[in-house]
């Protein structure tokens, strides 16, 4: 065992001290010392996809979050109804930045609030007509909302409300497609679960029930890019100019139609692979469509990722990807010359949902940084196994980290830079710590692409040596 897998796992020890004994032992499950080469077997790799330990706090969000925050959410000219209580119908209202051309209320709704606003006697005695009368008047008040969708909230599946009757009749009432989402929050251990269910209702309500005029042998699908702050449209930009047809976004910036004609591309590209892998491994099996993942955070991964996807196509393609890396090479060579030196050396620790904690750690090394401590806060065994490879022996891996966890840790790791959720950035402000926003690029962006790494460089070396730090103790 290496020096540096002992430290961290002495490190852990100390952290794990605070907790009473079964609590511990729960824990020390999902922390680990990373292992790049995997030879440890189970021993190095932490435990994930189990529901959190009550009382202890977590940072995950819910399967109603990942169907209609994620996967959902973003598809522009639908309208998507938050079926329970205001409470959650409320949160939904706040937009992940997922960026849209369009007229928000006329022909996009990707930032609208509509919930059916449950009360009391709705819990009592159903809400199902309520979900029929809303739907007539969203068909009434928006009459170029090509679909609606129903997420459910956890007192629609508590009351047992029969949402795909009412979706089956307004379906044809109404002539568009109703799709029901059974996305309680109560399902699952987190928002990945979320995730699942709403591609699968894409699969059996949407997908492969549109017409598309013409094929070509460049069809592509951009999946799991959800276009916070433009990042599926700096991504769309390369695959284009590489010679690519996109045909579908899944799920920033897409339509229905985009949605329903996706089985006719033959290739699928998969950035997130934590929420659309479902939807992949299906349209290989259903229509015989390849998928492969790619990486367009930083140069280096963009460099590797561009060949990759290269690789299916014919000479053609091949032939205007290198143009393309030559084209942008020099321009991403004068990024990393202006920002390498004023961040080598600096550390980083990231605890992301979704496919950041390790998609990230490549743009980080381009600049000179070090990722020291990585986690998901839904991921699953195949998250973690994709990730050990990326970060260096004796990294530290949590899962389901807990906001103690993350402050102990923080304090004897001592990051230059924590890259996390919205729930953790004031507490990492009042620490002295410098933080970015890594679910929604704190109010910047993209971050993905050629368009994305200069903004994303900026935006760490604003953080990382701002003055501000200067001002505040940092608290140990």
Known sequence: MSTAIKETQKLIEEVLEAYPEKTKKDRAKHLAANDPTGECGSACQVKSNVKSRPGVMTIRGCAYAGSKGVVWGPVKDVVHISHGPIGCGQYSWWSRRNYYNGITGIDSFGTMHITSDFQEKDIVFGGDKKLEQLCREIKELFPLAKAISIQSECPIGLIGDDIESVARKMTKELNIPVVPVRCEGFRGVSQSLGHHIANDSIRDHVLGKGKMEKSTPYDVNLIGDYNIGGDAWASRKI??????????????????????????????????????????????????????????????????????????????????????????????????????????????????????????????????????????????NDDYKRTYPEL?????????????????????????????????????????????????????????????????????????????????????
């Open 239 to 380: 695959l284009e100019e590489m010679g690519l047809r996109v045909i579908a976004q899944w799920s920033g910036d897409a339509t229905i139609n985009e949605l329903s004609i996706a089985n006719k591309a033959r290739l699928n590209l998969i950035h997130c692979y934590r929420s659309m892998n479902y939807i992949c491994r299906h349209m290989e099996e259903a229509y015989g469509i390849p998928w492969v993942e790619y990486n367009f955070f930083g140069p280096t991964k963009i460099y590797q990722s561009i060949r990759k996807i290269a690789s299916y196509f014919d000479d053609y393609i091949k032939e205007k990807s290198e143009k393309v890396i030559e084209k942008y090479k020099p321009m991403m060579d004068r990024v990393i010359e202006e920002y390498r030196p004023k961040l080598e050396g600096k550390t980083v620790m990231l605890y992301v949902g979704g496919l950041r904690p390790r998609h990230v750690i490549g743009a980080y090394e381009d600049l000179g940084m070090e990722v020291i401590a990585a986690g998901y806060e839904f991921g699953h």
């Open 392 to 476: 260096k022996e004796g990294a530290l891996i949590y899962d389901d980290a807990t906001p103690y966890e993350l402050e102990e840790f923080s304090k004897r790791m001592r990051p230059d830079l924590v890259g996390s959720g919205i729930k953790e950035k004031y507490a990492y402000h009042k620490m002295g710590i410098p933080f970015r926003q890594m679910h929604s690029w704190d109010y910047s962006g993209p971050y993905h692409g050629f368009d994305g790494f200069p903004i994303f460089a900026r935006d760490m070396d604003m953080t990382v040596n701002s003055p501000t730090w200067d001002l505040i103790r940092r608290r140990r």
